[in-house]
């Protein structure tokens, strides 16, 4: 059967590449292949048993309608400073009419009214001053906060209004290659949901927005296919956590406080990204076992911590060119480390060169939210360019929070952000391959729920204008 578009991934750029088209009028003919299952299927039995279980075919935090978007804090981030190169490649000011108009989207399905750090006070005043003393720069981004719990409603009201109008979307279908007639994108291979071998579904466009987990995936199929791209920025870093009193000022001022620095003696972009007052460490499972480490915060559930990113950016040029490769390689060490779970260490233990031990986590004031995380040692297995930049930004964050940098301060190890595969495309979002688009994180100009969604608003305007 052949469709007049088909989506590859259901994460918020594909979901808005089809909502848009809806909104538009369009009468055409979508389908949606989603590699999970529906969003009230996706169920983590980590809060049950108390342990990740590498659960199969996929981890459901990070698979499924919503993508990882579902299981995540639910930020939305309202600054087209903020999430990714999107704005380089349609212009500042079109990414915040877009960012804008996405955001009343989300407003429509049930978003909090509120946003944070949006009026600049004293407080602020305070925190930027200090960053500046620091050499770090505070960026300004007014922040939507929905909440994990409140993220799943939203996306769950739209995946009904996806269906009702007519929207396909077909679960447990794990796309596998791209059919091409033509240097054309005819549609696309794709795993049978129930298991009895594989089709082949034709379409006039194919839509690939695969997200973060997909992001090695593409990039083999760009290299099988043709499809121009380059490698790209790849972030390897850490998540930390403090207790709550150390960030109070932030949390209360600015809810998310993103900075960026350029320590010495690399001048490598460092930057702080997904900070959760009162939140949750959590584990996501990638292909191939690879355990990463990330940060929920919900509306009610509180913990007496908080928890922030903190990422090293690395470009590497010739004749290197498969980043993300190296990023898993980090993360794969890691793991190994910790038996297939993830590193948790102090930093004071850090700058004293020695592993930490559980019975020291036990006594400290900063319990881990993580409770499988396994105390070892960071060091060994963190390339020493991103270990240095990390202790360096921490120790310059120190001056802006202070308490940040003190000895009892948790480092959860691996932190990785796979979209360093960047397809090449014009600001109309056209590839070298005609009838073939590629959206959100796993194209490498996005990174995060709000310039995904508002980059499948794009294509869904691009498409409907050329009906």
Request: charged content about 25%; proline content about 4%; aromatic content about 8%.
């Amino acid at each position: 059967m052949a469709y007049d578009y088909l989506i590859v991934g259901a994460g918020p750029a594909g979901i808005f590449t089809a909502l848009q088209l809806l909104r538009r009028g369009s009468g055409k003919s979508i389908l949606m292949l989603e590699k999970g299952q529906p969003l009230g299927r996706r169920r983590c039995p980590k809060g049950t048993v108390g342990r990740c279980v590498n659960c199969r075919p996929y981890c459901h935090i990070t698979t499924g309608f919503a993508g990882a978007g579902a299981f995540s804090d639910g930020k939305l981030s309202l600054s087209h400073e903020v999430g990714g190169q999107f704005p380089d490649l349609v212009g500042a000011a079109r990414c915040q009419d877009l960012i804008d108009y996405t955001d009343k989207i989300y407003l429509e399905f049930g978003a909090d009214t509120r946003v944070e750090g949006l009026v600049e006070d004293e407080r602020i005043k305070r925190i930027r001053r200090r960053a500046i003393q620091a050499g770090l720069k505070l960026v300004d981004c007014p922040i939507r906060h929905m909440g994990t719990e409140k993220a799943q409603e939203i996306y769950g009201a739209i995946e009904k209004h996806l269906t009702a109008g007519g929207v396909e979307i077909r679960y447990g279908a794990n796309c596998v290659d791209l059919l091409l007639e033509n240097s054309r994108c005819v549609g696309v291979v794709a795993e049978k949901p129930d298991g009895t071998g594989r089709e082949e579904i034709k379409a006039g466009a194919v839509v690939v927005a695969t997200g973060r987990r997909g992001a090695d995936w593409l990039e083999k199929i760009c290299q099988e296919h043709g499809i121009a791209h380059q490698p790209g920025t790849v972030d390897i870093g850490v998540r930390v956590e403090v207790r709550n009193e150390v960030m109070e000022e932030i949390n209360d001022a600015l809810y998310e406080g993103k900075f960026v620095g350029y320590p010495s003696p690399f001048r490598d972009k460092v930057r702080t990204f997904c900070q959760n007052p009162g939140g949750f460490v959590s584990q996501e499972n990638y292909d191939d076992d690879l355990a990463v480490v990330n940060g929920h915060s919900y509306k009610d559930l509180k913990s007496e911590n908080t928890n922030l990113s903190i990422l090293s950016s690395h470009n590497f040029n010739t004749p290197f060119n498969q980043p993300i490769a190296y990023a898993q390689k980090v993360g794969e060490l890691t793991n190994m480390l910790a038996n297939g779970h993830i590193l948790v260490q102090r930093f004071g233990d850090i700058l004293d060169g020695k592993r930490t031990w559980d019975k020291e986590l036990l006594r400290a004031n900063v319990r881990p939210t993580l409770k499988d995380a396994v105390a070892g040692d960071i060091t060994a297995a963190m390339p020493y360019r991103a270990m240095t930049n990390i202790i360096a930004f921490i120790q310059a964050m120190e001056l802006v929070v202070p308490g940040f940098a003190s000895p009892e301060t948790l480092l959860y190890s691996p932190e990785l952000k796979f979209y360093s595969n960047r397809v090449r495309m014009d600001e109309n979002l056209i590839t070298n391959i005609k009838g073939f688009y590629s959206l959100g994180d796993s194209s490498g100009w996005t990174r995060g729920l709000m310039m995904a969604s508002a980059m499948g608003v794009l294509l869904g305007d691009r498409l409907a204008d050329a009906e």
